[in-house]
């Protein structure tokens, strides 16, 4: 059986709140690939944004589109990559970019557009998907 959480956002306002439940909920989890699938602009990396705030990151910033991969560390969870696999054209693109080394990593790996990176997605991951229905976020996830 797998584990599900399911939070709804019905504005900005939730946003440091939700990131706290969520923290729980994947803090206790024995996977650290963390996989946000949603469409362009449902608010992915708003999110990772609060989720790193919630971990004590202090130099978190935007989506890492430009570079693809950030790498960031929290006193409390260590090292947090920060992935944006959305202008990536291929797997060998990625093992290019060495993730799989940064999967052997016993770091935290959040990934935006994961599907981007075909057979190397690890087996086991925390699935989330964010959802923007009629103004109201969604964001489901299951391990």
Known sequence: MSDHLKIEMQSLADLQNA?????????????RFVAFKGEMGAGKTTFISA??????VED????????????????????IFHCDFYRLKSSLEALDL??????????????EWPERLGNL???????????????????????
């Open 60 to 79: 978190h910033g935007s989506s890492p589109t430009f570079a693809l991969i950030n790498e960031y560390h929290s006193p409390l969870f260590g090292r």
């Open 51 to 56: 989720l790193m705030k919630e971990m004590k």
């Open 121 to 143: 997605l690890p087996d086991k991951i925390v699935d989330v998907r964010i959802i923007d229905h009629k103004g109201c976020r969604i964001i489901e996830a299951n391990v």
């Open 19 to 31: 990131a706290s439940r969520f923290l729980r909920f994947i803090e206790n989890q024995p996977v």
């Open 98 to 111: 060495g993730v799989e080394e940064m999967f052997e990593d016993d770091a935290w790996i959040f990934a």
